[in-house]
C-alpha cells in the first residue's frame, strides 16, 4: 500500500495549485481519503475527506477547496483555489479503513499516510 502526494509548490496569494495522490496497492473506491496539513509549529488538521460519494471540508478552505476522485487513475485530486498565505503547509493524504463521517478529522483512524508536499503561498 503507498499513497504518493504530489503538485506543491510555491503560489502567490489568490493562486491555484492541484493536489494529487496517487494510490497503489489497492482501490481507491474501497476507502476513504482524506487530505491534512501541518503548518510549522501547529498540529496536523484536516482539510478535506472524501469517501462513497461524500465530500467533506474544513470551515477554512470551503469553497475555494475541491477534492475529487478518479477510480480509473486511482488518485485522488485537491483543487485549491484563491489561496491565502495561512494556506502554506505541508499538506498529505491518507487512506481510511472505515470511519464515522462525522470523525473524518480524527489522525487516529487513517491507517496509511503519502509523504506530504509542500505548499507554500507567498507574494
Known amino acids: 500500500v503507498q499513497l504518493q502526494a504530489s503538485g506543491g509548490g510555491l503560489v502567490q496569494p489568490g493562486g491555484s495549485l492541484r493536489l494529487s495522490c496517487a494510490a497503489s496497492?489497492?482501490?481507491?473506491?474501497?476507502?476513504?481519503i482524506g487530505w491534512f496539513r501541518q503548518a510549522p509549529g501547529k498540529e496536523r488538521e484536516g482539510v478535506s475527506f472524501?469517501?462513497?460519494?461524500?465530500?467533506f471540508y474544513a470551515d477554512s478552505v470551503k469553497g475555494r477547496f475541491t477534492i475529487s476522485r478518479d477510480n480509473a487513475k486511482n488518485t485522488v485530486y485537491l483543487q485549491m483555489n484563491s489561496l491565502k498565505p495561512e494556506d502554506t503547509a505541508v499538506y498529505y493524504c491518507a487512506r481510511a479503513p472505515r470511519l464515522p463521517f462525522s470523525l473524518w478529522r480524527a489522525v487516529s483512524y487513517y491507517n496509511y499516510w503519502g509523504q506530504g508536499t509542500l505548499v507554500t503561498v507567498s507574494s
Open positions: 496497492g489497492f482501490a481507491l473506491d474501497d476507502y476513504g
Open positions: 472524501i469517501n462513497v460519494g461524500r465530500k
